[in-house]
């Protein structure tokens, strides 16, 4: 249930699609994001479908991402699934930017709004790797060592479900 967040940046509802999700509504350019209650977490598994209802246009910058060692709105890794076709790992360190710090190479994939997609999310030491199905983008980086998971969008309107935190 949406009681399970903390929604600090967004417009945020539950959504009957399917089952009932975890929406945000707002397109405005700037960081949207729910973060997961009493979650504190070195190494993270985080599992999660992920829906675009749209994008607001095609920036590098316009996407839903799934977020891990979230420690504020500021300060967290997540992975993005951009309105450019590409899934990005960044991070985010005190900064409130809606831009990002790329860590690795973004790969190019397709995220067609309107569809669910099984999106995959590991932190584990200092290793990152993100993939939808078998499209993955890996990464290295030791900044956050851990904290909570989180859902959230710039520009864009999408929503989450079955949004699963394991630690491996």
Known sequence: GATRWT?????????????????????????????????????????????????????????????GRALSPTTHYLLALGSDGKLALRKRINSTSTGATAIGSAVTTVIAAGQWYDVHFEIIGTSLKGCIGAVCVTGTDSSIASGAVGVGTVNTSARFDDVRLTTP
Do not use: R
């Not at 509504?25 to 479908?49: F, P, R, T």
């Not at 607001?56 to 977020?67: E, I, T």
């Open 7 to 67: 929604t600090p940046l967004g417009t945020w509802a539950l959504a009957a699609d399917g089952s009932q999700a975890f929406g945000q509504s707002v397109q405005e350019n700037k960081l949207q994001v729910a973060i997961a209650n009493g979650v504190c977490a070195a190494d993270q598994i985080i599992d999660a479908k992920i829906k675009v209802v749209a994008f607001k246009g095609q920036s590098n910058s316009y996407m839903a991402a799934l977020f």
